[in-house]
């Protein structure tokens, strides 16, 4: 039985071919498997890479392998394979459309006024300043 988000062995079977890359030379090369599981905890719980449990291994390779994959297409790859496996299961309702959105405040600056309590308007005088003189 898996963790928390992580594949189980039938879900890995579907995906593994795209993420083996054996090589000869160098360090040996952590578990694919055990890094993509890492990927999606961290991607999953939401927390940072450096609070990702020590049981996948060192944070900064985890994020180095999901920055690898992100770059290679893998991730793209995968979401296709999975899609045309669910689409031909008869899974996957074309007929339901899902809309997401974030509203973000934008501040008054953001728009080109000033900041509160910044400079004022330097065209405006003060009535005490247009009589002196």
């Not at 062995?9 to 054996?22: K, P, Q, S, Y």
């Not at 900041?115 to 004022?120: S, T």
Request: proline share 2%; aromatic share 10%; net charge positive.
């Amino acid at each position: 039985m898996s963790k928390r988000y992580e594949l189980s062995d039938a879900e890995w079977e579907i995906v593994a071919d795209l993420f083996t890359a054996h090589r000869r030379t160098g360090r040996p090369r952590v578990d694919d498997r055990l890094m993509l599981n890492g990927v999606l905890w961290v991607l999953c719980s939401g927390a940072t890479w450096r609070d990702m449990p020590e049981r996948f291994g060192p944070w900064s390779t985890v994020y180095q392998r999901f920055r690898d994959w992100r770059n290679q297409g893998t991730f793209n790859k995968m979401l296709k394979r999975l899609h045309l496996k669910l689409n031909a299961q008869g899974q996957i309702d074309l007929t339901t459309w899902c809309i997401d959105s974030t509203a973000v405040r934008a501040t008054r600056a953001s728009a080109g006024a000033g900041k509160k309590g910044g400079l004022k308007n330097q065209r405006t005088t003060h009535l005490d300043e247009a009589g002196a003189g």
